[in-house]
C-alpha cells in the first residue's frame, strides 16, 4: 500500500505561482506513474497531468499546458506539479495519485490518492 501526502497549496494571486508535491510512503514509488488531478466545487474530479515511472514521458489536460510542469523524485518518493501563469479557474482541490500501468488520463485507473491540497487563485 501506498500512502500520499500533498503539500504547497494556498491563496495566490492570478498571474503568479505555486508549487505542489506529494510525498509516497513505501518502496514502491518507482514503480507507479504518477498523477494530478483536480475537483472544483460542484465538479467532477479532472486530469491535470502524468508522469511515466521513469519520468520520460509526460501529459498535460489542455487547459493547463505551456503553464504547468509535472515532474518527480524517485530517489525522494516525490512528485511536483509546478503550476506558473494561475487563473482563476486553475481554483480546485489538487491531488496526487498513483497509477500501476493503466491509462493515464483516467480516475478509474489510478490506486492510490492523497488527500488534497486547496488552491486558490484570487482575480
Known amino acids: 500500500q501506498v500512502q500520499l501526502v500533498e503539500s504547497g497549496g494556498g491563496l495566490v494571486q492570478a498571474g503568479g505561482s505555486l508549487r505542489l508535491s506529494c510525498a509516497a510512503s513505501g518502496r514502491t514509488f518507482s514503480s507507479y506513474a504518477m498523477g494530478w488531478f483536480r475537483q472544483a466545487p460542484g465538479k467532477e474530479r479532472e486530469f491535470v497531468a502524468a508522469i511515466r515511472r521513469s519520468g520520460g514521458s509526460t501529459y498535460y489536460a489542455d487547459s493547463v499546458k505551456g503553464r504547468f510542469t509535472i515532474s518527480r523524485d524517485n530517489a525522494k518518493n516525490t512528485v511536483y506539479l509546478q503550476m506558473n501563469s494561475l487563473k482563476p479557474e486553475d481554483t480546485a482541490v489538487y491531488y496526487c495519485?498513483?497509477?500501476?500501468?493503466?491509462?493515464?488520463?483516467?480516475?478509474?485507473?489510478?490506486?492510490?490518492w492523497g488527500q488534497g491540497t486547496q488552491v486558490t487563485v484570487s482575480s
Open positions: 495519485a498513483c497509477n500501476p500501468g493503466g491509462y493515464l488520463l483516467i480516475t478509474a485507473d489510478y490506486d492510490y
